[in-house]
């Protein structure tokens, strides 16, 4: 996968893309990142790529100029012209700002089968708003806050989606059982859950490690015995507990077996 960042602040990306799987799927050539400075797409002396809005107002907003000047330098065309392309089925142009779609572990899964993905990093009060409405394919937010700028936002979409490669993490199947992750076939057949209890769309189980007594705080003793059936059982009842506490809004998303919903009434009745 080639991932293309677009930025203002290129040097903020020499911390993210330079550790753990991110760097290791890069070294493995499972992805090619690179970042492009949008100030070298400049024709001013003051290398300007913002200016005040038509209308008013306060801040500054990044200028459509640099941002489609330095798409065309990757052979990417504005967005009606891709959509001829059928080549262009396997790319996608992603503007980050707070007004956006909120990114999720789905939407990550769709990057992952892409062959390019271009991430363009907003700024100040915003962007152009031609940018959005004929460079990008879709506009996406990494949660309901506001951040000064796309840098952050672009490299935890890069972090999501390189994980997700084929061989970037050694054991492939823990990212079918980290939260977020939809079922598979056979985990919804087993009412969504095998014997590490893969998440299904809920929040992860808890975890435990040795020592079994921490400090006077004992790891719960279903995981101790060796029934991997009671130990399924313990963890989704876990992940539904969490789920329901941190995240209830999960629970509207996901088609819950009769097993499941048994524990949830439980869980709520108090017990």
Known sequence: MKADILTIFPGFFHGPLDHGITRRACEMGLAKIEVHDLRQFTHDKHRSVDDRPFGGGEGMVLKPEPLFECLESLELAPRSERIKDRAAEKQSVILLSAQGQRFTQKIATEFAALD?????????????????????????????????????????????????LPGAVGNEASTRQESFTANQPSDAEAGGADSTCGSGGLLDYPHYTRPADFRGMPVPEVLLNGNHEEIRRWRREQALRKTLRNRPDLLEGIALGKEDTKILARIKSGN
Do not use: K, N, P
Request: hydrophobic share 50%.
């Open 116 to 164: 390019r993905i271009v991430l363009i990093c907003g700024r100040y009060e915003g962007v152009d708003e031609r940018v959005a409405d004929f460079l990008a394919d879709r506009e996406l937010s990494i949660g309901d806050y506001v951040l000064s700028g796309g840098e952050m936002a672009a490299a935890v979409v890069i972090e999501a989606v390189t994980r997700l």
